[in-house]
Each structure stands twice: as C-alpha cells, then as structure tokens.
C-alpha cells in the first residue's frame, strides 16, 4: 500500500532524509512464537539459536521453531521496570572455544548496574560462568541500563551502559560508567589503548562518554565502525557513530524536551560535543539494531536497520559513503514491537516481537 511509505518526519537539519519507496520484495516467516519478551537473539553454528528473554530466561530454539525449557546456569537478573536480559552474544571463536557473554540486569531495586558474564555453552545450560564486568557506580530504580554488546576484531568488547534516568549528570563524568560505552578485554580488563586507559582523566573502561540510554550497537565489519542508537527523553533519539574519547553531549545538549515539557537542555550543540548522524523528533523509541551485510536483499546492503517501538515497525536507513541519506518504514502489518533486529549468517533479517507471546520471524526474499 502506497500509504505505508507516506510516513511525515521531522528530519535533521544536519541531514535531510528522504522517504524512500519499497526496494525489495519479502516475506515474513514465523520461526517460533510464545517466547515471553524476547530481548536479543544469536545465531548458533549448526543453525539453530539462542533467545534471551527480558524476564530472564536464555533459550535454545531449534531451526524448526522447536523452543527447549530454559538452559542452566544462568544468572538470576534485576526484573524490575526495564531490568532484566539484555544481550546475548556468542564469542568470535565460538566454534573452538563454545564462549558466549551475556549482558543483564544485576543487584537489588536499591542498588543495581548492568552486568556481563561470560560462559561455555553446553548441551543443557551454560558452564564455567564468570563475572566479566560489571558496571559502576551502583544506582537505584531500574531504568536506563543500555546493555548491548559486540565485539570488535581485535576481540575486545564494546558494552553500553545507561545513565541510571535519575543520574544524568553521570553521564558527563568521565570517572563515571553510567552513560557510557565501555570497552574491555576477553579477560574483563581495561584495554591499553583505551583513552583513558592511565585513570588520570577518566575510567580506564570508558571508551565514550555523553550517552543517554543505548539500545543499539552494531559495528561495520569492513571498516571496524561502531554505530549507536539511543534513546533521547521527549524527542532527540540518536544514531551516532562512535569515536574512541568522543562526548556525544547528553545531557548538555539534547535535541529532546523533559517529559514535563521543561528543558533538559537549552542547547542542541556545544563546543567538543558530536553531532547525531540522524535525529528523530517526535521520538521513535529505537530498540534493536542492524547492519546488513547479507546477499539475500542486495538493495538493503550496507544499510542500518533500527526497531521503532513507537510505531510498531522498522526503519531502513539508506546508507551512501558512511552518510545517511533515506528512511523507508518496514514490517508494520506486523502491528507489533519490535525489540531486536538482527542479520542472519543465511542473508536473512531476523524480528523479535516484545509481548508475552514475542515470535521470532524470518524476513525472506
């Protein structure tokens, strides 16, 4: 339908993005369905996947749609407002080393922080479970806790980290890790090269700083890029692109209003501060990121895709040279949220719908 694509937004003067008509044909597949907040997916060599669900659980879905009982092993996350399991990420090497990270919710209502733990997956629930980081200072309440990871090539870790809602100004201290994207090694410790790695003007983890509440990480694999998106407060969600040392300016500039109405901030750029790649106002609530890389949709290559739980749909985000330069909205007869949004090793993009009864979908050529 025509009207689909006829989506008024209010664009960025640093970029005005163009509302793109429909470039490839697909078809939605539902591989599993009943899977209670599904929150992040991963692929696992022989085919079939790992499901992690906000209420914590981690699932072994086969390639069928057949979905196992929970795995043992698992932490016992913080399911408190927007606590819970966050990410689950299989190592590079998994193939040799069955190592996988799992990012949540940890603590007590009182005093809690985003935390990852690494472990080997057996045939019924991970081993071997170590605590790899865990974000400081403690905050109270759960909002806010960021939570995606991947990994770059040299086979550090890049985590984010929210800024607790209530502790904004965090995200501004270096010393800080709330409102941050931390880098750190297999082993949990600080890289040498991160750019406060000496702890003089800065934590040695924090690799960025000036981040509200990232809900999407992706990293270009040709060129070793890390792109984010975040959530801003009344208006202002972000994509960024991520430079080691970089202030991305929340809250000290924000292109978003207080829920009240007030401002957060009377200034949308300043001084040493980034500029978003894009910027949405009114808010789309972004939720799930993707680059695809794949052969199976060769109009959709190189292009960022983010969930928009707003509007119960995805945005494609037409990238040339590294700019964005068109938005087309996808997958809205789906009328539901999508919370990830993931590539698959088959070409094929992958939904994760977030209700109780969340399914897994396979978008097909």
């Not at 996988?100 to 690494?118: E, H, P, Q």
């Not at 037409?318 to 919370?339: C, K, N, T, Y």
């Amino acid at each position: 339908m025509i009207s689909r694509y006829l989506v008024a937004l209010l664009m960025t003067p640093l970029l005005a993005l163009s509302v793109l008509p429909a470039q490839a044909d697909y078809q939605l597949e539902t591989v599993a369905e009943d899977l209670n907040f599904p929150w992040s997916i991963a692929f696992l060599p022989d085919g079939n996947y790992l499901v992690a669900t906000r209420p914590g659980d981690l699932l072994r879905v086969s390639k069928d749609g057949d979905v196992s009982e929970p795995l043992s092993g698992t932490p016992e996350p913080l399911v408190e407002g927007q606590g819970g399991y966050f990410d689950i990420m299989l190592d590079q090497d998994f193939t040799d080393n069955r190592t996988v990270y799992l990012s949540f919710a940890w603590g007590t209502l009182d005093a809690n922080a985003t935390r990852i733990v690494k472990a080997t997956l057996g045939e019924s629930g991970l081993e071997n479970t170590e605590v790899l980081f865990t974000a400081s200072p403690t905050k109270a309440a759960g909002a806010h806790f960021g939570g995606k990871m991947v990994q770059l090539a040299d086979g550090t870790i890049v985590l984010a980290t929210g800024d607790g809602f209530d502790y904004r100004e965090a995200a501004q201290d270096t010393f800080s890790q709330l409102g941050k994207i931390i880098r750190l090694n297999k082993d949990g410790s600080a890289p040498a090269d991160n750019p406060f790695a000496d702890g003089k003007a800065g934590n040695p983890y924090v690799w960025s700083y000036g981040h509200r509440n990232t809900q999407g990480l992706v990293v270009d694999t040709t060129t070793n890029t890390v792109y984010n998106h975040e959530h801003g407060p009344q208006g202002g969600d972000e994509i960024n692109r991520i430079e080691p040392g970089k202030n991305y300016g929340w809250p000290a500039i924000t292109y978003g209003i207080n829920y009240s109405g007030a401002y957060v901030s009377p200034f949308q750029q300043a001084p040493g501060m980034e500029q978003p790649l894009k910027y949405w106002v009114p808010s789309i609530a972004p939720s799930g990121f993707a680059l695809y890389e794949g052969d199976a949709f060769p109009a959709w290559r190189g292009d960022l895709f983010v969930g928009a739980l707003v509007d119960k749909e995805v945005r494609r985000i037409d990238m040339e040279d590294g700019q964005l330069v068109a938005e087309e909205p996808l997958f809205s007869e789906l009328d539901a949220r999508i919370r990830d949004v993931r590539v698959g090793p088959d070409g094929f993009l992958y939904l994760l719908t977030d209700s109780e009864t969340g399914k897994l979908i396979r978008v097909k050529p």
